[in-house]
């Protein structure tokens, strides 16, 4: 099979498959790697303000200790609740995201050249197809000729042969006269 067909049916397969799968996970991902970049640089700019409160929080633990067991039951709740929330904000983000970066000028540019180079490909294709053609009519005519000149060097080389072996001949009855004189 052509690589072409090959690249073709393997990018409609693709094509096909992605239009049936559910896309907000994959934004949600986008979304929590988008959120994790601003929270990077947002934490940046508050880390000396963290340093200071780090140090009030470890005066208080004891405090904090005692409550432990009500609060950690409530914050399970509470993170369960802001889970649903945050995931349902992600892959809204992550949606944003992909059909922002899907309608750069990039990403049409690199479409196009996509589109350009299977072009070029079957182009080259077609091509080669039609120089092995003309390539095997040239190497049958090739032959052909050939066999027809075989043919007609293979009649005047028989009449050497011919020709050579009464020579032959004719010398050795000359040869075994003469002989015969020789001495008379």
Do not use: C, H
């Amino acid at each position: 099979m052509p690589i072409t067909s090959t690249f073709d049916k393997t990018r409609k397969d693709l094509e096909r498959t992605l239009a049936d799968i559910d896309p907000t996970p994959l934004y949600a991902v986008v979304g929590a790697g988008d959120l994790a970049v601003e929270k990077i640089r947002t934490a940046r700019a508050g880390l000396s303000v963290r340093a200071e409160s780090v140090q009030a929080d470890v005066l208080a633990a004891p405090a904090q200790a005692k409550a432990l067991p009500t609060k950690a039951q409530s914050a399970v709740g509470g993170a369960i609740a802001t889970a649903m929330t945050t995931y349902g904000e992600l892959a809204s983000r992550g949606k944003k995201l992909v059909t922002r970066v899907g309608g750069q000028q990039a990403t049409t540019d690199l479409q196009t050249q996509a589109e350009s180079t299977v072009a070029r490909a079957k182009a080259t294709t077609t091509t080669v197809k039609k120089q092995a053609a003309t390539t095997r009519r040239s190497a049958a005519a090739t032959a052909s000729t050939a066999k027809k000149s075989a043919g007609r060097a293979k009649s005047p080389a028989k009449a050497t042969v011919t020709s050579a072996k009464k020579t032959a001949s004719a010398t050795k009855k000359a040869t075994a006269t003469g002989a015969s004189k020789v001495g008379d």
